[in-house]
């Protein structure tokens, strides 16, 4: 095992929180047709978002509990006024800090102090090698351009970069292309089925999920390409194990969001309180999220040794969202785990 | 020489073992339980052989043992990237 698949097994194991996302603001200068977020602006919550000096003292807080790898997130997190201040901050603390952006405020200048605070992974969302495709999904002409352009500057400067890559209707056809790209120029290149709906229940993003022909498609191809189609590994959990966690939220990682409010995972909303009222430790080891940290394989309400189970990687936060209980199946999943276990099938008989 | 942790790079006290992230290299280092003892005392401002004098203060180990593993655990981290030796003289 890698030391860093041991090390997030031990620190799920004892829950400290090495891992950490700041969702630093909603405001975004994109309009992604498949994003949960219900509002692109930080306006109407009842309180302003976090400022450098909350935002300063929570790092300090994190770096206490062990937390090592800071992921910056949005929105569009370089649209945080206090963006530079709050990164640098993370770097002096000595956290490994990733960003993800969709690239299109990174020119020469900006990618020059990217390289100069020495982020552990930068990460970009593109979704195609067809503009068009894109721009469609960003809602935003020109975008592709933009967030190329990006990556150009970026990968001069050596910063180490990533491609996350979400996958609908609209680009999992051609996403191989994306690949393939992405290969020739050793850029990591993370592809994700996982549209949710809104945050605030809206099913318009989900309207947007690749259809199971596709998805068969993709994974046949992945399959022919990569031969690494097999059951579900999870981080932490053991499928077959009915006291191992489900999921690592609220054990190895957790999650801010820009108004303070402490979740145990990027996903699941509930808050645990709020950073600008209660400290960190205090709020980790609360009643609450010790409960939303529990979630162990006993608990699911499908068996995840079944045929297809085996294959599914359940999300409590997901579930919650599209069905109303964080341990039921959810449709979309098990029609995924479904499709992969027969390609998985396929291959194991040929 | 008074060895200094090179400046930013990022590590962590995790269950008692230093986790070092190598953000160019990108490799992750953990150490055991001396070499987070030393790591963390890496400051610039303790010399080798005062390092050595606190291993065997602080770990069942004898001087000539710890001078020679102090020697070696900063030569291959100096090597590695993650130590400057800083000569104070």
Same mark, same amino acid.
């Given at each position: 095992?890698? &030391?860093?698949?041991?090390? =997030?097994? !031990?620190?799920? +194991?004892?829950? %400290?929180?090495?891992?950490?996302? /700041?969702?630093?603001?909603?405001?975004?200068?994109?309009?992604?047709?498949?994003?949960?977020?219900?509002?692109?602006?930080?306006?109407?919550?009842?309180?302003?978002p976090?400022?450098?000096?909350?935002?300063?003292?929570?790092?300090?807080?994190?770096?206490?509990?062990?937390?090592?790898?800071l992921?910056?997130?949005?929105?569009?997190?370089?649209?945080?006024?206090?963006?530079?201040?709050?990164?640098?901050?993370?770097?002096?603390?000595?956290?490994?800090?990733?960003?993800?952006?969709?690239?299109?405020?990174?020119?020469?200048?900006?990618?020059?102090?990217?390289?100069?605070?020495?982020?552990?992974?930068?990460?970009?969302?593109?979704?195609?090698?067809?503009?068009?495709?894109?721009?469609?999904?960003?809602?935003?002409?020109?975008?592709?351009?933009?967030t &190329?352009?990006?990556?150009? =500057?970026? !990968?001069?400067? +050596?910063?180490? %970069?990533?491609i996350?890559?979400? /996958?609908?209707?609209?680009?999992?056809?051609?996403?191989?292309?994306?690949?393939?790209?992405?290969?020739?120029?050793?850029?990591?290149?993370?592809?994700?089925?996982?549209?949710?709906?809104?945050?605030?229940g809206?099913?318009?993003?989900?309207?947007?999920?690749?259809?199971?022909?596709?998805?068969?498609?993709?994974?046949?191809t992945?399959?022919?390409?990569?031969?690494q189609?097999?059951?579900?590994?999870?981080?932490?959990?053991?499928?077959?194990?009915?006291?191992?966690?489900?999921?690592?939220a609220g054990?190895?990682?957790?999650?801010?969001?820009?108004?303070?409010?402490?979740?145990?995972?990027?996903d699941?909303?509930?808050?645990?309180?709020?950073?600008?009222?209660?400290?960190?430790?205090?709020?980790?080891?609360?009643?609450?999220?010790?409960?939303?940290?529990?979630?162990?394989?006993?608990?699911?309400?499908?068996?995840?040794r079944?045929?297809?189970?085996?294959?599914?990687?359940?999300?409590?936060?997901?579930?919650?969202?599209?069905?109303?209980?964080?341990?039921?199946?959810?449709?979309?999943?098990?029609?995924?785990?479904?499709?992969?276990?027969?390609?998985?099938?396929?291959?194991?008989?040929? | 020489?008074?060895?200094?942790?090179?400046?930013?790079?990022?590590w962590?006290?995790?269950?008692?073992?230093?986790?070092i992230?190598?953000?160019?290299?990108?490799?992750?280092?953990?150490?055991?339980l001396?070499?987070?003892?030393?790591?963390?005392?890496?400051?610039?401002?303790?010399?080798?052989?005062?390092?050595?004098?606190?291993?065997c203060?602080?770990?069942?180990?004898?001087?000539?043992?710890?001078?020679?593993?102090?020697?070696?655990?900063?030569?291959?981290?100096?090597?590695?990237?993650?130590?400057?030796?800083?000569?104070?003289?």
């Open positions: 095992m890698s &030391i860093i698949g041991d090390l =997030q097994g !031990r620190t799920a +194991k004892h829950r %400290i929180p090495v891992q950490a996302s /700041l969702e630093l603001t909603h405001s975004c200068n994109q309009r992604c047709g498949h994003c949960y977020l219900a509002s692109h602006n930080d306006s109407g919550k009842g309180c302003s976090l400022g450098f000096e909350e935002w300063r003292r929570i790092l300090d807080e994190l770096s206490e509990e062990g937390t090592l790898f992921t910056l997130i949005g929105g569009e997190a370089m649209l945080h006024p206090k963006f530079w201040q709050i990164a640098r901050h993370c770097v002096t603390r000595n956290f490994a800090v990733s960003l993800i952006t969709n690239g299109i405020l990174i020119d020469d200048v900006v990618a020059e102090r990217i390289a100069e605070l020495n982020f552990f992974q930068v990460t970009l969302s593109l979704y195609s090698m067809d503009p068009a495709i894109h721009d469609k999904m960003t809602g935003v002409k020109g975008s592709y351009a933009r &190329i352009a990006a990556l150009d =500057q970026l !990968r001069l400067r +050596k910063v180490p %970069i990533g996350n890559c979400l /996958l609908t209707k609209h680009n999992i056809d051609s996403c191989f292309e994306l690949k393939q790209w992405a290969k020739q120029r050793d850029i990591r290149i993370q592809f994700s089925l996982l549209v949710t709906t809104r945050l605030d809206a099913v318009e993003p989900a309207l947007e999920r690749a259809s199971a022909e596709q998805i068969y498609r993709y994974f046949a992945l399959r022919k390409l990569d031969n189609i097999r059951p579900a590994a999870v981080v932490a959990p053991n499928p077959t194990d009915p006291d191992s966690p489900v999921c690592n054990r190895g990682r957790c999650a801010i969001d820009p108004f303070g409010n402490l979740l145990a995972c990027i699941m909303r509930d808050q645990i309180g709020n950073l600008r009222e209660r400290s960190f430790r205090e709020l980790w080891n609360s009643p609450k999220a010790l409960c939303l940290s529990g979630f162990i394989n006993h608990d699911l309400k499908f068996n995840p079944s045929k297809d189970g085996m294959f599914c990687s359940h999300c409590p936060a997901m579930a919650d969202l599209e069905v109303g209980d964080k341990m039921a199946p959810v449709p979309f999943l098990m029609e995924i785990a479904s499709i992969r276990r027969r390609i998985y099938e396929c291959k194991t008989t040929n | 020489m008074h060895p200094i942790r090179v400046g930013q790079l990022p962590r006290e995790i269950d008692r073992h230093a986790v992230i190598h953000t160019k290299k990108g490799n992750v280092h953990e150490l055991n001396t070499g987070t003892f030393l790591w963390t005392h890496a400051d610039g401002s303790h010399s080798l052989a005062q390092l050595a004098g606190m291993l203060e602080n770990f069942e180990v004898d001087l000539d043992q710890a001078t020679k593993d102090v020697d070696e655990f900063f030569s291959s981290l100096e090597e590695d990237g993650l130590i400057l030796n800083v000569n104070h003289r």
